[in-house]
């Protein structure tokens, strides 16, 4: 059965602190991993795409890296407004194009 | 660009009552899919339309949910007759051309009494 699992649950952090997000998964085939924001009250705004092992996406203070088992996103000196739910979601090989599976996300809280 | 959007964004009903979700796409995106995220779970696929046929459903929880898009365009979530496990907030998306990055509307949260 396939997996996505996101750790930590929650993390705080101070303005500035850079930290890292965990995605493992265990899947037949990958097809594609994705990151997605999630702020109170809003649906998840994507943030990125990561297709094969050793690729790396970019965006401002966010990172995301891809493995054979798990991805990560890094936060580098983050700010306030980075405070979300992160979510990380794959789509596998044996599902329909377009279904994804979620993992159940990281709360992180930036304090100034 | 207009966003996803979904109405109502709250709702409360009685269990055993009927009540429907609609959700309407980016204009000119021909996929359209539905998941929803029951309290401490995570987000769960329901369906996916390409124009007005479904792709896949097998998400659907059971017969008492039905999803239609007519002509293409939005789409309801019906839900006949509504239990208390139905609780929970229904996110629709829609893309442009398969899977590339696809826009979450805001969700509708409903709560079944």
């Known amino acids: 059965e396939d997996q996505v699992t996101q750790s930590p649950e929650a993390l705080r952090l101070q303005e500035g602190e850079s930290s890292s997000l965990n995605c493992s998964y265990t899947v037949s085939g990958l097809r594609g991993l994705f990151w997605y924001r999630q702020d109170p009250g809003k649906g998840p705004e994507f943030l990125f795409t990561?297709?094969?092992a050793g690729e790396e996406k970019e965006k401002e203070r966010l990172k995301a890296t891809l493995t054979k088992k798990e991805s990560f996103l890094h936060i580098t000196a983050p700010k306030p407004e980075d405070s979300a739910t992160y979510l990380c979601?794959?789509?596998?090989?044996?599902?329909?194009?377009?279904?994804?599976?979620f993992g159940a996300g990281t709360q992180v809280v930036v304090t100034p | 660009e207009a966003g996803v959007t979904q109405f109502p964004s709250h709702s409360v009903i009685e269990k055993g009552q009927t009540v429907t979700l609609r959700c309407d796409p980016i204009?000119?995106?021909?996929?359209l899919y539905w998941y929803r995220r029951v309290m401490g779970k995570e987000i769960k696929f329901l369906l996916h339309?390409?124009?007005?046929?479904?792709?896949?459903e097998s998400g659907m929880p059971n017969n008492r949910f039905l999803a239609e898009r007519t002509g293409g365009t939005y789409s309801t979530l019906k839900v006949q007759p509504a239990e208390l496990e139905d609780s929970g907030v229904y996110f629709c998306a829609s893309s442009q051309q398969g899977y590339y990055g696809y826009t979450f509307g805001s969700g509708t949260r409903l709560t079944v009494v």
């Open positions: 339309f390409v124009k007005e046929s479904k792709q896949d």
């Open positions: 204009s000119g995106h021909d996929n």
């Open positions: 979601a794959v789509q596998t090989t044996t599902d329909s194009w377009g279904k994804l599976q």
């Open positions: 990561l297709y094969s």
